[in-house]
């Protein structure tokens, strides 16, 4: 079992200063590398893709810059740069990894033809977070945590980690209203299933923008619509921002003010997703749910209603907390769940607008979200039943 607890720091004065100082330094790092990378990439590309049989010179490629050719480099950056040695070391490891995945990400889209965007220098301000990637359980004691380099920093302890679990890694993140820790916590004696796990015990829900769920049982959850409540706060945080001048003091407490407001919609959401998830997986032990493309759905004119409901956290939350608790929630083809009659199977072809399911065959009518559900489940169990004969 793999969790994660965020606990929030109270650093003083100094400890602030070394954690800022450490992410700035850690910033110039990352975009030099990433720049290595770019130089790289530009002088070994060609745009030519075919030549002649007579002549063909092919120039020499330069070796790629890799994760650990990167690493090998920093020995030879605190002797260049010695205030470089007031960072741990694994914490400076960490950044050619961040490198190399976000580069190779941006590579990897053209061969599949799923393009990300291309990588982005960090801006000042612009990196937030550093991993210890090795900690040992003793440097986290009552209400203080040992970080090196920085030192015993107080913690805000709203709950107790469980002795059984081990701390893999630790990571510091500045936010718009102070500092975080994160644990990363594993426990490898917590059973994937649990005892009295019951297959039968399955519900479908189809997720929504009126209805933020709706279960086959015909339990309904309004969306709340955070983001859109807090849009005239947001507005007006925004105007004042845009109307203080550049890189005055005025402007970055601005901007901070801003931040705040935008992390508060943020947690706010995401508060009811874990509890929303939480009332699910008290009530059953299989959860089926929609394989949606949001990606694409952020993309067209439902853009914002679709972030604000937040579906790609709700559901992610959703499998990690089932996985913890061991168990089930199963992601299935959503094709045609709307238009298929949850009764008879008779595909009853509607638009989006329409909110009810009336089937000419059976002549059932119910409400459109509700039969989707009923498919999702039917569905879920026909995909559950095959899991079991596989295994």
């Known amino acids: 079992m793999k969790t994660s607890y965020q606990y929030r720091l109270k650093p003083t004065k100094e400890q602030a ?15 030099y590398q990433l720049a290595q990378r770019f130089d790289w ?29 990167q690493q090998a480099t920093l020995t030879q950056l605190k002797k260049d740069r010695p205030w470089y040695k007031s960072i741990h070391s694994q914490v400076l490891q960490e950044v050619p990894k961040k490198v190399e995945i976000a580069f190779d990400r941006w590579l990897k889209g053209y061969a599949t033809g799923k393009h990300s965007g291309k990588p982005r220098f960090k801006g000042k301000g612009q990196y937030k977070t550093f991993t210890y990637p090795q900690f040992k359980k003793e440097h986290f004691q009552n209400d203080k945590i040992t970080l090196s ?3 015993t920093v107080k913690v805000i302890i709203h709950r107790q980690v469980p002795k059984s679990f081990d701390i893999k890694t630790v990571s510091v993140t500045k936010k718009a209203d102070g500092y975080y820790v994160t644990l990363s916590l594993e426990d490898k004696t917590v059973p994937t299933i649990k005892p009295d796990f019951n297959a039968n015990n399955i519900i479908g829900i189809d997720v929504g923008l009126i209805d933020f769920i709706v279960t086959s049982d015909d339990d309904r959850i309004a969306a709340p619509k955070f983001l859109r409540k807090a849009e005239r706060k947001l507005k007006s945080a925004q105007r004042r921002v845009s109307r203080r001048r550049k890189g005055s003091n005025r402007r970055k407490k601005a901007i901070q003010k801003l931040g705040k407001q935008h992390k508060k919609v943020a947690d706010t959401r995401k508060d009811f997703h874990f509890k929303t998830a939480n009332k699910l997986l008290k009530k059953y032990d299989v959860i089926a749910v929609e394989k949606l493309n949001i990606k694409g759905l952020a993309k067209s004119r439902l853009a914002k209603s679709v972030n604000d409901a937040g579906w790609g956290q ?8 089932a996985e913890n608790a061991g168990l089930k929630v199963i992601a299935i083809n959503p094709n045609g769940t709307s238009q298929e009659c949850s009764s008879c199977g008779t595909k009853v072809i509607k638009p989006l607008s329409e909110r009810m399911h009336r089937c000419p065959s059976c002549k059932i009518s119910l409400c459109r979200d509700l039969n989707a559900s009923i498919n999702i489940k039917a569905r879920g169990t026909h995909a559950l039943k095959a899991q079991s004969m596989s295994s």
């Open 41 to 69: 990439y530009e002088q070994n590309r060609c745009s030519i893709d075919r030549c002649s049989l007579i002549v063909c010179h092919l120039p020499e490629l330069k070796g790629q810059p890799n994760r650990f050719s």
């Open 17 to 31: 200063e070394k954690i800022d100082s450490t992410l700035d330094m850690l910033r110039y790092q990352y975009n």
């Open 314 to 321: 709700f559901i992610s939350i959703l499998t990690v907390k």
């Open 149 to 151: 380099k920085i030192g």
